[in-house]
């Protein structure tokens, strides 16, 4: 598991591997008590410490500090600890025939090289760490000693060597970001590092470099190159004063640090690894502490109760300065397995080069050459007090178990235990922090001198400070005295204008409700006047019209009825005439006067049915004259109230209104008593007419019945739905297509009527006519309707299908506000019962106002002058946003900034609520919050 994430590499078999300083293997009879390495016959035994130095600061005196270094140290030899990598996929197939070239002996800690299936050579370490070995044991192990030493002072430094491929950038520079078990040495060493020091008191300050081709550059900085190494003369230190040192206070800004370092690493892809490293990345740790020794814990004891007296327990602090160093190698490689060239050739030549130099100078510390070329490199600069200097070194090298790499990994042990013979001067960076105590004391100086300038100032200028305030006082009252005396008088002028004022105002108020009044019961008398002489008038021509009408009639019945009688006496005379006369010749005749007179009844029938359908046809244009008669009412009380519109807020004006209301009641009764009288089914058959008058006065009187909730059902049962729908799709006049269109939207209020316009085809309908309308409120009529039918759950999808949605959209180009208003009020109709879906569980899925394009309209116009259009747009937002499903569509359309300033700004409450509850409960809302530094 350690190694799941490993960068996946691959390799070449090589024809002719090459063996480095083969040493003489150690056999089986060798005792491996002791943590030594084995001996060489290619190199000298030297004793050798079996254990690393245990810092302790009871063998330093204070008096060995005086130039801020400890001249004294203990000596301690590099610890060295091998870290097996698991096969990756590529080895996995192609090794899969073959053994691992190595094996491990984790409880003898030692190692098994074998060379063929019959000999092998054995090598011990201090520290065996199989495939299986999670990180934090590899930190345990390797890394925790150097952090704890570099907590007490000394100097620490943690390296990784190894062919590339082999997993050093995993087990130093792994962030575990998906996986906190896979964090790797440096953000596992630093958040040790928090946790024992003291923020107030203790500092740390990082640097991130890489040595890239011989050049050293800042990955915190990356215009930074070429940054020059010194080294100090007296001590031997090395520093990089031209790197970016940052201090931190926290893991995290430690691991944004890291993530910054990365992305500016060189890296490349190979064919033993496609994210090689080509650079060695260097990770400097200042770590400075303030230690408190016996003397100076119990003069803070006497200075927190000596009180007064403190500052004579001031005493020079002692600090300790550690600096942990964490380097990340380049691998290693061979040019013909790797198969670089170009640029990337030269790069794995520097590396080489420099892995070479390393090797050099720590072959010469393990023979205890008199010259060590530490200057060949950078590299080995840069490490010149890790190896052979006064750090506390720790190294874990890391190797592949493919046998096709034996070469590689031979070279890499055999590094390892060269480096173990490597003794190291582990010395105590402990110093007294004057400047510190400097400071303390310049602060406690300036203090009492302020201090007693301040009381000696106090003291001259109080009486004067005293006088000059009472002068100020005095002069303060003088002032404010005159000035309420003039503030009074000008009170007093300025109320007797207000009164007089106020007084005329109220006179002139008084007028104008009189004069109000006046023409307000004027214009009530004339209009009544108005309707009353039409009334009469139409009244008047309709008695006329069918005064002459039923005398005609009455007359043409009384000719007929004498015509009826006359036949008849001629009948009784023929009967009688009949019986005297010869049988033959008198009944052929007899029989002809007979069929005469029925032919004269037939005649009588049919003119008589004739009269009743002129009666029918004289009722219905009554019913039409009663219709228009009621309009004209409508158009003069309309422009009566369009008249006292600017004093509607008057009692008399209510009145008015009242009384308005009371004849449109009036005119509704009038049209329900014509409905009972002539019947629905007449008035619907005139829908039909061949005059468009006549069409448009019907149209009308179905739109008014069908504004009652009573009559709808009535009108639909009869097929008034269907004989508008006709309308719709047959008429061409404006008019009729309009109050069509209103009939429908009345009728769409019901759940029922909904389905049946649907089911009917009334969307592609509606859809054309507004298409092909030029009268906004023909648009309004239609987008009404269409609203309605979004109100309903169960029509949606059927809705979208049949482009209900599109249409709606497709009505913003009259960009009327009343028609602006309709489409807002359908987009939040169809918004609620999907937001009603989703939290019933019937419905999952991005939004269908999403998929035909209505956001950028909803976006664009939820900051609306028109408050119905903003409010219905601002309830649509709000219910969208409910469905975390269309949250990230909101974002990438900016629906988010409307959110965030409905939640603050809506005039209404509910809404203003309900846009703060979604923003608060939506995860990828709060997420982009975050992000633009913004709280709800």
């Not at 490993?6 to 003489?24: A, C, E, H, K």
């Not at 603050?904 to 530094?933: G, K, M, V, Y």
Request: net charge negative; proline share 3%; glycine share 6%.
């Amino acid at each position: 598991m350690a190694f799941a994430n490993y960068r996946n590499g691959s390799s070449i078999p090589s024809r002719t591997p090459q063996r480095l300083d083969r040493p003489i293997p150690v056999n089986s009879t060798v005792k491996f008590s002791v943590p030594s390495p084995p001996s060489s016959a290619s190199s000298p035994t030297r004793p050798k410490s079996l254990s690393p130095l245990q810092p302790s600061g009871k063998r330093h005196s204070t008096g060995s500090h005086r130039n801020g270094t400890d001249d004294s140290g203990v000596s301690g030899r590099v610890r060295v600890a091998v870290r097996l990598r698991p096969r990756n996929a590529e080895e996995l197939v192609a090794d899969a025939d073959f053994a691992d070239c190595v094996e491990l002996q984790p409880e003898l800690k030692r190692l098994k090289l074998r060379k063929n299936n019959w000999d092998c050579e054995t090598y011990q370490f201090d520290e065996v760490l199989t495939e299986t070995a999670s990180q934090k044991r590899v930190y345990e192990v390797v890394a925790k000693p150097v952090v704890e030493s570099v907590l007490e002072g000394y100097n620490g430094t943690i390296m990784a060597y190894g062919q590339t491929g082999t997993g050093k950038t995993f087990t130093l520079g792994r962030l575990g970001e998906e996986d906190t078990s896979y964090r790797g040495i440096m953000v596992r060493a630093m958040e040790d590092i928090l946790v024992n020091i003291s923020p107030d008191e203790d500092s740390i300050t990082v640097s991130y470099l890489q040595l890239y081709m011989e050049t050293l550059q800042d990955l915190l900085a990356p215009e930074r190159d070429n940054i020059p190494i010194m080294e100090d003369p007296r001590t031997g230190d090395v520093s990089v004063p031209g790197a970016t040192f940052v201090e931190i206070r926290d893991q995290s800004c430690f691991v944004d640090l890291l993530q910054r370092g990365e992305v500016n690493r060189f890296a490349a892809n190979t064919k033993l690894n496609t994210e090689s490293s080509r650079s060695h990345a260097i990770l400097m740790v200042n770590v400075r502490k303030a230690i408190m020794t016996k003397r100076e814990r119990d003069l803070h004891l006497i200075e927190n109760g000596a009180g007064a007296h403190g500052a004579k327990a001031l005493c020079v602090p002692m600090i300790r300065k550690g600096k942990l160093v964490v380097v990340d190698l380049a691998g290693s490689e061979r040019i013909h397995k790797s198969g670089s060239e170009g640029h990337a050739l030269e790069e794995a030549k520097s590396i080489n080069l420099s892995l070479t130099a390393l090797g050099k100078c720590v072959n010469a510390l393990a023979e205890a050459s008199s010259h060590v070329p530490t200057r060949d490199s950078k590299l080995t600069r840069l490490l010149r007090d890790s190896f052979g200097g006064t750090a506390r070194t720790s190294l874990v090298i890391t190797i592949g178990p493919s046998p096709r790499h034996r070469g590689e990994t031979a070279s890499t042990i055999m590094f390892g235990q060269r480096a173990m013979k490597v003794e190291n001067m582990v010395k105590l960076k402990e110093e007294f922090d004057y400047k510190s105590l400097c400071r303390k004391l310049e602060a406690e100086l300036d203090k009492l001198i302020a201090e007693n300038e301040r009381q000696a100032k106090l003291m001259v200028d109080s009486e004067e400070e005293l006088e000059r305030r009472l002068d100020e006082a005095r002069a303060c009252v003088c002032e404010a005295e005159n000035k309420l005396a003039n503030v009074l008088e000008t009170m007093a002028v300025e109320r007797l204008k207000h009164q007089k004022e106020h007084m005329e105002a109220v006179q002139k108020l008084d007028m104008e409700r009189v004069e109000r009044e006046r023409m307000e019961k004027e214009l009530s008398h004339r209009e009544r006047n108005q309707v009353m002489q039409l009334e009469e008038e139409l009244a008047g021509l309709v008695k006329e019209k069918l005064h002459d009408e039923i005398s005609s009639l009455k007359l043409q019945l009384e000719n007929e009825r004498q015509l009826r009688e006359h036949a008849e006496e001629q009948l009784r005379g023929a009967q009688y005439s009949e019986q005297k006369s010869s049988a033959g010749t008198v009944q052929s005749k007899e029989n002809q006067e007979l069929l005469v007179l029925r032919q004269r009844v037939e005649e009588g029938v049919k003119q008589k049915e004739k009269l009743e359908e002129e009666i029918k046809h004289l009722k219905d244009q009554l019913l039409q004259l009663s219709f228009e008669a009621d309009e004209t009412k409508k158009a003069l009380y309309k422009s009566g109230s369009c008249r006292n519109s600017i004093v509607l807020d008057s009692p008399m004006n209510m009145q008015k209104l009242n009384q308005s209301n009371d004849g449109v009641n009036g005119q509704r009764a009038t049209i329900a008593r014509l409905f009972e009288q002539v019947g629905l089914q007449k008035i619907l058959s005139l829908l039909d007419s061949e005059d468009l008058d006549v069409r448009v006065h019907a149209v009308k009187v179905v739109a008014n019945l069908a504004a009652e909730e009573s009559n709808q059902e009535k009108i639909v049962e009869v097929g008034g739905l269907n004989s508008l729908l006709m309308l719709l799709q047959s008429s061409e006049d404006e008019t009729i297509r309009r109050v069509a269109a209103g009939a429908i939207a009345n009728l769409a209020m019901n759940e029922i009527n909904q389905e049946l316009i649907v089911s009917q085809g009334g969307i592609d309908l509606l859809s054309r006519t507004a298409d092909d309308a030029l009268d906004p409120q023909t648009i309004r009529m239609v987008a009404g309707a269409i609203a309605n039918l979004c109100g309903n759950d169960k029509l949606q999808v059927k809705l979208r299908d049949e482009g209900g949605i599109k249409a709606l959209l497709r009505m913003v180009r009259c960009r009327h506000p009343d028609v602006l208003a309709q489409i807002a009020r359908g987009i939040a109709n169809f918004a609620k019962c999907e937001s009603r879906g989703v939290a019933q569980g019937l419905r999952t899925g991005r939004s269908l106002l999403i998929d035909d394009g209505a956001l950028p309209w909803i976006v664009a116009n939820a900051s609306n002058e028109g408050s119905p259009i903003r409010r219905h747009i601002e309830l649509a937002l709000c219910h969208l946003a409910q469905h975390e499903e269309n949250a990230k569509d909101l974002v990438a359309g900016g629906a988010l900034w409307e959110l965030i300033r409905i939640s603050r700004e809506c005039s209404r409450e509910d809404i203003q609520n309900l846009a703060h509850c979604t923003l608060r409960a939506s995860p990828t809302f709060q997420s982009e919050l975050r992000r633009l530094h913004m709280f709800q």
